[in-house]
């Protein structure tokens, strides 16, 4: 049976505008790199980081705290502030229109956006251990009525409170796709569900061992490798999905 067009033009809208996205985003990132700006930004905060200096004051705190990274020293020894500003906007366009990207591929999406919270905050140093974080299963610091402060959500590498959650919410939500996806197979019975499957429980399996083996320092390769087995499921499951739109089902 032909797929209605009415299902298939959302689609194919939305994977032209992911694709668009991720096309400005290596010029962008090429743009961040060859102008020196990657640096620029010494701290990017998980909730205030969307917002940008708002007046000389900030900017002039921003740039203090760029004079003292080896970038200035090194490379952009008395750069100005006008300079400063410049660099500032193209790392800052690079770090915000990834975060976009983020909300255009909404599907498994979330998932991945959790995992780069996890690696950027290393949530996992805080809790190393599966299925239970520490002696709990779930960290009771989540459930402290003063640990919902703005605060913690800002300072995220002072207070364990963020990365705490941020966990909870990753482990939570892979289980949650997991069993959305035994649902799935028992509803349709479907053999193209299969692949993946087998790359749901590698992904899984590559989170689980990652978590375990960051005792004191982030293992680098297994968390590369689960990053990437996360794009890789969500670009099955984009296929899928339009494969079965195509189908008539």
Do not use: C
């Amino acid at each position: 049976m032909q797929a209605s067009p009415y299902l298939k033009t959302p689609v194919k809208i939305w994977l032209v505008i992911g694709l668009v996205m991720i096309f400005f985003q290596i010029i962008i990132g090429g743009i961040t790199r060859l102008t020196g700006s990657g640096l620029s930004i010494t701290k990017w905060d998980i909730v205030t980081g969307a917002i940008p200096p708002l007046n000389h004051d900030q900017w002039q705190d921003e740039f203090e705290l760029y004079k003292r990274t080896p970038q200035y020293q090194k490379i952009n020894q008395g750069m100005d502030l006008s300079r400063f500003k410049w660099i500032y906007f193209w790392e800052y366009l690079h770090r915000l229109w990834a975060r976009s990207m983020g909300f255009v591929f909404f599907l498994v999406s979330i998932q991945i956006l959790l995992g780069g919270m996890m690696s950027g905050m290393k949530a996992a140093l805080l809790f190393p251990s599966f299925p239970k974080m520490g002696s709990h299963l779930i960290d009771p610091i989540i459930f402290k009525a003063d640990s919902w402060q703005w605060m913690h959500f800002v300072d995220y590498d002072v207070y364990p409170f963020l990365p705490a959650l941020v966990q909870v919410l990753h482990r939570s939500l892979a289980m949650a796709v997991l069993t959305l996806f035994f649902i799935a197979v028992f509803r349709l019975g479907s053999k193209s569900l299969m692949m993946i499957g087998i790359i749901l429980i590698v992904q899984i399996i590559l989170g689980i061992w990652t978590l375990l083996s960051s005792i004191g320092t982030i293992p680098v390769g297994l968390g590369v490798m689960h990053q990437a087995v996360g794009i890789v499921l969500l670009m099955a499951a984009v296929h899928w999905y339009f494969m079965q739109h195509r189908a008539g089902r």
